[in-house]
């Protein structure tokens, strides 16, 4: 897949290397990612070529550099506006970087054409389902542990769809942006290329050691309130247009249409447990399945029993101890298999 420029130019070496690393890091956008410090290293490289996507300290915007061919060139300011700029939008840089990003974002709209893909077409992301008609089976726990044990060898992207997630208090950090924005934006993407819903994506997703995540929806009814096409529309363009190998969809029992939503899922982990009444949800739920008349959807099930223990502490601590807790340990001898 070809991918769009994005050029990042401050004079601050230190900052932006920094920057451009990160981003090259996470891989979580459709850019190839440069940095420049001079303006005329920037000019050099963008003789005769196209800079998509311009992210430039306002002192290095010389007449020679509005000269160049870009599609959109946001200001990397020292505060939240640049008088005497006011052509082009800015975004103040002493901001997290995932921050900077999701507001640089905001302003880009690349070029993509109603309905239009790259000719070169990624190998699509595998998604894997977590769900269970069962409760307190340690359905998050292992969801979260397989995004970490996969995250080793493939680029995994973990997806809560849960009214209740308890995030911020496990991860030990606030949340500005959610799911909740990307369901809304993925409602406004039908026709459209998926590309710029992965864009708008980039500066909502963290990192939890081994892999991403998205955080997840901090008020129940948005969850709840979020359509089928909503939800299917961002699983598609995150499968097939981001850098991800691998999608972890931790769903709820609150999600619409969940039957469908797991049909999206090429294998799906279902936590059992042995009990009389979380049996008897297990045979409704294969029931309901069958009547709905799509018996492919239980041949992609693998029932897990994974352990009831969770994670002490919070933040790094209990991002740890899902790759060498219980779980993990459990998930590991189960992907051996």
């Not at 389902?129 to 292992?142: D, E, L, M, Q």
């Not at 500005?176 to 993925?186: A, G, Q």
Request: charged content about 30%.
């Amino acid at each position: 897949m070809k991918k769009e420029i994005f050029a990042i130019c401050d004079p601050d070496k230190e900052y932006a290397e920094n920057f451009a690393g990160y981003m090259i890091q996470r891989k979580m956008v459709p850019f190839d990612i440069t940095a420049f410090t001079s303006t005329r290293t920037l000019l050099e490289f963008g003789d005769g070529r196209k800079i998509d996507l311009l992210l430039i300290s306002p002192e290095m915007l010389t007449r020679e550099v509005r000269e160049l061919s870009f599609g959109t060139l946001v200001l990397l300011t020292d505060g939240d506006s640049c008088p005497g700029e006011e052509e082009y939008p800015c975004v103040n840089k002493y901001q997290s970087c995932p921050e900077v990003i999701r507001r640089t974002m905001e302003h880009y709209n690349g070029e993509d054409k109603k309905g239009e893909r790259s000719s070169t077409v990624k190998k699509k992301a595998e998604i894997l389902g977590v769900y269970s008609p069962v409760n307190r089976c340690g359905k998050t726990v292992f969801a979260l542990s397989l995004a970490q044990i996969l995250g080793r060898t493939v680029r995994s992207l973990y997806i809560n769809l849960e009214s209740y997630s308890g995030f911020e208090s496990l991860f030990g950090r606030k949340f500005e942006r959610t799911v909740t924005d990307l369901l809304y934006y993925s409602g406004q993407e039908e026709g459209q290329n998926g590309s710029s819903l992965v864009r708008r994506a980039a500066g909502i997703i963290e990192k939890a050691g081994r892999f991403d995540f998205i955080p997840p929806a901090s008020l129940p009814w948005d969850i709840r309130g979020a359509s089928l096409q909503e939800i299917c529309t961002l699983l598609t363009s995150l499968a097939e247009d981001s850098e991800y190998e691998c999608l972890i969809l931790d769903i709820g029992s609150e999600v619409e249409d969940v039957l469908r939503v797991l049909e999206k899922c090429t294998r799906i982990y279902m936590p059992v447990a042995s009990d009389r009444i979380s049996l008897a949800k297990m045979a409704q739920f294969e029931t309901a399945a069958e009547s709905w008349a799509n018996e492919d959807i239980m041949s992609r099930v693998v029932k897990v029993k994974p352990p009831c223990a969770i994670p002490e502490g919070s933040g790094q601590a209990f991002v740890e101890q899902l790759e060498y807790g219980e779980s993990g340990l459990y998930v590991k001898r189960l992907l051996e298999r």
